[in-house]
């Protein structure tokens, strides 16, 4: 099954205690692409400018990934500049050079619009209904967001929330979504907004996937997956995007979509981020095997299962 | 097998967001015991003053407590109070009269000293040591301890932990007694002083158990327990106490101690965590059943086992 994912492709120059590097490819398309690549086919749509080669491109390429959709404007390219160097936990952001990216409006390739997932990673959230409205009859479509969008364009958010299938965001801005400090308490709000299904991710403690009443085969509990114990994060820059890739790409490789799907799926997104963590930008991404991935996949389950 | 438990027992007067109670029963020690007495037998050592009354003691003895190691002294019983009311994962301290409690002197009852197991609740390290120089052949010495021991009597506690097997803390202990703030760096350096197993409380995301190097039968990875998402937290007092009561009274029920006996201990004690903070107080511990206690053992199971 092909999945399409709509969003940043950056160079992104990131500080942390690990050293620093400057303009390495990135961004959230970037990175959910190639976490997703181990499992399916991937499609991107995609802003870049003149800066961006076609050795960028063969990053993804490499891996598979269907960059027919990455359109090229004149300037250059979406430019972030962060620091971990006092919070692994949370990047400083130091500079943010939209360049091309002010005006990206995704368009979506003839050859695109049988994709059967739809990712829509964090960008406007009316471009994110745009391109989903556009689409032919897309099985499943997963949404991102950030607090920019949830406290500066509340209303369009909550309308493009009614067609996101499974939404992926941390605590943080799961509460403030649901304007409301219990966790539980907000899940169950932000399920009302649209969502079947939401992925909240607590960052190195993990995950938890809430279901709507009745979604995905039924079943009252939440299910919670574990996020491996590091004892180093070189840069922890895009391991949210590898999450979604990770578990939008699983699923998209399964012929259902069930509760049971949904869980090994949060497993995979915890996988694919621990390894996003390990060098920087998205070179480690680059280079593993499906065999790397099962092996940890494998760890994952010995760390939260008992006999 | 019979665990043996040194630590407070209090009043302590409580406000959360859920209301607030004046004066009720608590205490590690209180708290421990009514826990892990749903496992196996349980013996308290602690101080009381002048106001702790037969109805006091009876909450314990009713659960099977041996009570008989409960000194009383002449003043009043320990009194704290708290409020939850800004936060929810962290107690303001409003008040610590320590009272009985501040010439605290454990003496063990010779009938106590064939103890299988011994926890030391979170008490000054130099008697939580003499107390278990004192012990006859335990079989496995648990322990807790808290930020005022780690940062003003680091050498006396650093000097106790030797003695400690399994020691059970929260986060930001860990990585203040580490002088780490990685965590799995900081669990790595607490298990070289001394501990065979460190058990990491994370509050609301449930708990990890670190490994010393072949210690339970072997096994490179750490392992972790998930928390129940609760929809409603009435007062977080005694959760981690709970915790360890039902972490260390699992253990004590097992013939075998071994890392899958640790693994399922780590459910138990987040199961019964999870009961500490439905109702203000000890409440929710007085009154539970073995079939309550296993039935939310099942829920941990669903909510963080793939099939």
Not at 283 to 291: A, H, I, M, P, T
Request: glycine residues 10%.
């Amino acid at each position: 099954m092909s999945i399409l994912v709509v969003g940043s492709v950056a160079f992104d120059s990131i500080q942390s205690p690990a050293g620093k590097v400057e303009k390495c490819l990135g961004g959230a398309a970037t990175y959910f692409s190639l976490a997703a690549s181990y499992f399916t086919k991937v499609r991107v749509i995609a802003v870049v400018g003149e800066d961006f080669t076609a050795e960028h491109e063969n990053v993804m390429k490499k891996r598979g990934v269907d960059t027919s959709g990455i359109e090229r404007a004149s300037g250059n390219t979406f430019h972030w500049s962060g620091s971990y160097v006092e919070n692994l936990n949370e990047a400083k952001t130091l500079a943010t050079d939209l360049n091309v990216f002010e005006k990206f409006n995704p368009k979506i390739p003839a050859a695109y619009k049988d994709s059967d997932f739809l990712f829509l990673a964090n960008i406007d959230p009316v471009l994110q209904n745009t391109v989903r409205k556009q689409m032919n009859g897309v099985r499943l479509v997963g949404g991102d967001t950030m607090n920019y969008w949830i406290t500066g364009h509340t209303a369009n958010l909550i309308e493009t929330l009614k067609g996101v299938n499974v939404l992926l965001i941390n605590d943080g801005e799961a509460k403030l979504l649901a304007k409301e400090s219990n966790l539980m308490r907000a899940a169950q709000k932000i399920l009302t907004f649209g969502p079947k299904a939401l992925v909240i991710k607590h960052g190195e403690y993990g995950a938890t996937v809430f279901f709507g009443p009745g979604s995905f085969g039924g079943g009252t509990h939440p299910f919670r997956a574990p996020a491996m114990p590091l004892a180093e994060v070189v840069d922890p820059t895009g391991a949210g995007d590898c999450f979604a890739g990770g578990f939008m790409g699983y699923i998209a490789s399964q012929d259902e979509i069930n509760r049971e799907v949904l869980k090994r799926a949060m497993f995979y997104g915890g996988v694919m981020g621990s390894f996003a963590v390990e060098k920087f930008g998205t070179q480690r991404l680059q280079e593993l095997s499906r065999e790397e991935i099962d092996a940890r996949f494998q760890i994952f389950r010995e760390i939260s299962h008992i006999e």
